[in-house]
């Protein structure tokens, strides 16, 4: 009998897995990659790359695995979720917001030509 482990996972587990989703997908992206690229260097459906990157609890571990290294091979779940690679740094970097003031009077003064 198939069980449906979305349904019996308890929430915090659920809520993992779900972390462990949208790290692989920041990690895609920062690895500018498509969905459908990512899900063929590791040899499953793009439905299945969906479902990975969204947490489905379903999903074998391995699926899991395969993902990530063809993302990005070498890299180990513990440094995916410690986000130590260098493009996962680097998007972090391009997403933070910098403070913009205004100008002065002064320096509309200076700027007007």
């Known amino acids: ?14 809520k993992e897995m779900e972390h462990i989703g949208s790290r692989l997908a920041r990690l895609r992206i920062a690895r500018h990659m498509t969905q459908a690229e990512a899900a063929v260097r590791s040899g499953i459906s ?11 609890a379903g ?6 695995l395969r993902y990530l290294d063809a993302l990005a091979p070498g890299t180990t779940l513990l440094e995916l979720l410690k986000e130590d ?28 030509f």
């Open 1 to 14: 009998m198939k069980v449906d482990q979305n349904k019996v996972l308890p929430t915090a587990l659920l």
């Open 46 to 56: 793009r439905t299945t790359a969906h479902r990975l990157e969204k947490g489905d």
């Open 59 to 64: 999903l074998a571990f391995g699926q899991v």
């Open 85 to 112: 690679d260098p493009a996962l740094v680097a998007l972090a970097v391009s997403e933070q917001r910098t403070r913009v003031r205004g100008l002065t009077k002064k320096e509309r003064e200076n700027l007007d």
